[in-house]
């Protein structure tokens, strides 16, 4: 199914369909509002060019045979004709398309209310909305059930697939309870089945089309106003009568924002996979600024909510009403005030939200606090909607969507332009530069968050420096693949093809491709039956690498099982790669997640007694990493700094006070590293929470990637696991209580170590200060390590 949604991506766009398509649905259809289920279905309204209703269309794949059966009989037997055919270049795939008589889940209640759609099972009214699947909100007349006439004038009928008899009663009672408490809503005449409500007609359309309109600014001025006090009257209602007229459905719950942005991660992974990464920084940032505001947990100011509150969801008549209450929700003034302004935002239109404050607070009142961090919680929630339109430009628009909404938070209100990330000049290729660059800049370029480069666009997640002034990286293409490749000194960029190499000639396409440092190392997770979990890994490393990276595998696998850790076992080496069992567990970024953090305590408390173990254990093969050698690695780092300047210190005073910080910074712990080197004992070298998997069932704790094995001091792993608690706190990605437990334990397994505190400090602030380097190269992190940077040196 990523196959097919690539297929519909490239011949689908807005404006006409590709060829393939344009034969199997027709000349001029526009695809919109894509929704897609991973290796199921993907749904998408069908919109021709010329003037006539919207259909859907969808493609189901091999597994929902059943499904597609079903709706051709039942199709059949409507007496409705249906566009059925193979997906071309995809075997197993369907292609079904058709009116919104024979929608796959409105079907019945469209037909079960007489006068809503032909017999063909085309609409009988003008659609004002059509989400297929789901709902459909038309104008109908003439409407009858069985042989009566419910309605012989106009109105506006809503038919909801969700909705039953039940909710349908609870609506209408949620209405009237804040009719009666004063609050503007649009209620229903009736409802005549269950899942169709019927709705006066407005004549005056929805505020977001007059707020469109070239109209009289007074009019405008004067309808947000009206919006606001309407907004303040629900705010305002008795949520507990609210409660009482629903509690037969359900009682409001309140909003959980985590929820709600995981739910668009998933949108995100599937329709703009490259921008993941970005997409994760910024929830990390929006979640702790509404933390700040008091939304995690039920906020003290909880009130009825609309829910997806919009310019569009004010109806005009006499006055304003608010219409469409489906994601009625509890929780903090301030969400559906950054509803609004999102969306607004997104629109292109400034000033609507200061006139609609105006009236909402009221004189002398002031507007909630939060409204800029819900802002961006919601334009978050909106950054696949290019996507789901299918507009050739859904990429950069999407990417647009989560800097503005990381802007927001940061108190930036003005996403960068796309000009600012892409880099003029011919050649193989071109990469965006840093949005900070400025004409005239001396250092090394820097790689932006795009790389252009044979016809595609790479989303760059990670890139190392070198000391020649190229950079490698990797990150994801257009159709989500990781690709790697190399940016030179002088901006022109080598890409390579996905999973192919030619300094790591067991590297082939199969399997899922992991990690890619061109001509270094790639990591690829394939199928195998009869191993843990189903699955191996295979390194694929330079022929001198492999037999260090085997032997240290190895090592370090028996030493650290015999500590009571797990360990990947290596299954077989040969000249390119080595192939490493899985292990059992669930990284450990997943465990600190909810507030619920007794698996995170578990983990923790599992690795301080065993961690010890490890480092004192003997017999393994390894070399000395000490402390001279340590402080090599910051002084590499820093000359990459300095000579790339990724964090555009010489581009204000504020910078070069900040490198000169740094520097002296740098300078210190390399003369404290270097003062004498303690005992050693096993060390990791790269130990961080992505080397630690656990298993919540069975307790097991894994370590992974002994790539880097040492004997040096204890405190360097210690130090290092600091250094990235610290830094996944500073993030967003882990809370003060869940930092503090691991922060703990490494203090417990420091003291059973007998670690001394003097090299421990410096030792944490070494790796920190690694650590700004590593991130300054990554484009997506390079806004936080400029403030990790500063809250280290400053």
Avoid at 368 to 387: K, Q, S, Y
Avoid at 726 to 747: K, W
Wanted: net charge neutral; proline share 6%.
């Amino acid at each position: 199914m990523d196959a097919v949604l690539a297929w519909v991506r490239e011949t689908a766009v807005a404006g006409g369909t590709g060829d393939e398509l344009a034969r199997i649905l027709g000349t001029g259809v526009r695809l919109e509002h894509l929704r897609y289920k991973p290796g199921y279905s993907l749904f998408a309204r069908a919109v021709p060019a010329n003037p006539g209703p919207p259909a859907w269309c969808a493609v189901f794949g091999p597994d929902a045979r059943d499904k597609v059966s079903k709706l051709r009989r039942a199709a059949k037997k409507a007496g409705t004709a249906l566009v059925d055919a193979p997906v071309p270049g995809h075997p197993g795939a369907t292609l079904l398309a058709g009116p919104i008589g024979a929608d796959p889940r409105l079907r019945r209640r469209v037909r079960a209310v007489r006068g809503l759609v032909h017999r063909d099972g085309t609409p009988r009214g003008r659609v004002l909305a059509y989400n297929p699947s789901k709902r459909v909100v038309q104008i109908a007349s003439s409407l009858r059930v069985g042989g009566e006439v419910v309605i012989g004038g106009e109105v506006v009928a809503k038919v909801s697939a969700a909705q039953d008899a039940t909710a349908d009663d609870a609506d209408v009672r949620m209405l009237r309870n804040l009719t009666a408490q004063g609050v503007p809503v649009l209620e229903p005449c009736t409802v005549p089945a269950p899942g169709v409500q019927l709705f006066p007609l407005m004549p005056g359309g929805d505020l977001a089309g007059l707020l469109a309109d070239d109209g009289c600014d007074s009019t405008r001025a004067r309808l947000l106003a009206e919006t606001g006090r309407a907004l303040a009257a629900l705010h305002a209602a008795d949520r507990s009568a609210v409660d009482r007229a629903l509690t037969v459905a359900a009682p409001l719950r309140e909003i959980d924002p985590a929820a709600r942005l995981a739910d668009a991660r998933d949108a995100v992974l599937a329709l703009v996979p490259a921008l993941i990464g970005a997409f994760d920084t910024a929830v990390a940032l929006v979640l702790r600024a509404l933390r700040g505001t008091g939304a995690a947990g039920r906020p003290a100011d909880s009130v009825v909510l609309h829910g997806d509150f919009s310019a569009d969801q004010v109806l005009v008549g006499e006055g304003v009403v608010l219409n469409d209450f489906d994601r009625v929700r509890a929780g903090p003034t301030a969400f559906d005030l950054g509803s609004f302004a999102a969306v607004e935002l997104l629109a292109g239109r400034s000033g609507t939200l200061t006139a609609l404050l105006d009236a909402y607070a009221g004189p002398g009142g002031r507007a909630p606090a939060g409204i800029d961090c819900w802002t961006a919680f919601h334009v978050l929630l909106r950054c696949v909607e290019p996507a789901r339109d299918l507009d050739p430009d859904h990429h950069e628009k999407a990417r647009l969507r989560i800097a503005l909404a990381a802007g927001l938070v940061r108190g930036s209100p003005h996403p960068p332009s796309a000009a600012a990330d892409t880099a003029d000049g011919p050649g193989a290729g071109t990469a965006g530069r840093d949005a900070g660059s400025v004409p005239g800049r001396t250092s090394r370029p820097v790689l932006g968050e795009t790389v252009e480069a044979a016809g595609d666009v790479i989303a760059v997640s990670r890139a190392w420096p070198a000391a020649d002034g190229a950079q490698l990286f990797e990150g994801r293409d257009k159709a989500g693949r990781l690709r790697a490749g190399t940016f030179a000194a002088d901006g022109g960029v080598g890409l390579l093809p996905h999973a192919s190499d030619a300094r790591l000639p067991g590297l082939r396409p199969g399997g899922e491709l992991l990690v890619h440092r061109a001509g270094r190392r790639a990591v690829v997770r394939e199928s195998a039956d009869g191993e843990p979990g189903g699955r191996v890994y295979v390194k694929h490393l330079r022929p001198k690498k492999v037999a260090r990276v085997a032997e240290a595998s190895r090592s370090a696998g028996v030493l650290a099982r015999a500590a009571g850790f797990c360990a990947p076992e290596v299954l077989t080496a040969d000249r390119h790669s080595v192939t490493l069992s899985a292990a059992p567990g669930l990284p450990v970024a997943e465990l600190a997640a909810g507030e619920d953090l007794s698996a995170w305590r578990a983990l923790w408390d599992a690795w301080s007694q065993r961690w010890p173990r490890l480092v004192r254990s003997t017999g393994g093969e390894a070399e000395v990493h000490d402390a001279q050698q340590e402080a090599e690695v910051v002084a590499t780092w820093t000359r990459h700094l300095t000579d790339y300047d990724p964090l555009g210190w010489s581009e204000s005073t504020a910078g070069r006070a900040l490198r000169t910080q740094y520097l002296a910074a740098a300078d210190d712990v390399a003369f404290a590293l270097r003062k004498r080197t303690g005992g050693l004992g096993i060390s990791h070298r790269d130990l961080h929470d992505g080397q630690i998997l656990f298993d919540l069932v069975s307790g097991s704790l894994s370590l992974l990637d002994f790539d880097t094995l040492a004997y040096a001091e204890p405190e360097l792993d210690l130090g290092n696991l600091i250094a990235h608690m610290r830094l996944r706190h500073h993030q967003g990605l882990l809370g003060d209580e869940a930092r503090d437990v691991a922060l703990t334990a490494v203090d417990r397994a420091a003291d059973v170590l007998g670690a001394d505190a003097s090299r421990l400090e410096a030792y944490t602030r070494a790796s920190a200060l690694r650590l700004v380097g590593v991130y300054a190269f990554r484009p997506r992190w390079r806004a936080l390590a400029r403030s990790w940077c500063a809250g280290l040196v400053g």
